[in-house]
């Protein structure tokens, strides 16, 4: 079992930074690929970037794509994602999650494992 807590959101000015981190339990998390994922109000959750277990791996959905970073530290158990350049079309509740196969995916059927989630909220 593996379990998922989210932190670092809050709100912020268009043009703005913030850093979300995921820690994770569980003695086998440097086996899983880990991904965030973002929804929107009234909207459906969306691949947002993915890491494979190393870090050596990374993938970002375009509309994040040069603005976003995804890394992880596997000492730590901790994921980051790094926002700069933030929009107010940034705006959702930001989602981490694990998947035991240690493979990028899009698709949120391909992750084993979910955390609460963190709001991220940008002002114009």
């Known amino acids: 079992q593996v379990q998922l807590v989210e932190s670092g959101g809050g709100l912020v000015q268009a043009g703005g930074s913030l850093r979300l981190s995921c820690a994770a339990s569980?003695?086998?998390?440097?086996?899983?690929?880990m991904g965030w994922f973002r929804q929107a109000p009234g909207k459906e959750r969306e691949f947002v970037a993915a890491?494979?277990?190393?870090?050596?791996?990374?993938y970002y959905a375009d509309s994040v794509k040069g603005r976003f970073a995804i890394s992880r530290d596997n000492a730590k158990k901790t994921v980051y994602l790094q926002m700069n350049s933030l929009k107010p079309e940034d705006t959702a509740v930001y989602y981490c999650?694990?998947?035991?196969?240690?493979?990028?995916?899009?698709?949120?059927?391909?992750?084993?494992?979910w955390g609460q989630g963190t709001q991220v909220t940008v002002s114009a």
């Open positions: 999650a694990a998947a035991t196969q240690d493979r990028l995916s899009v698709s949120l059927n391909e992750y084993d494992y």
């Open positions: 890491i494979n277990w190393s870090g050596g791996s990374t």
């Open positions: 569980g003695r086998t998390f440097r086996a899983y690929a």
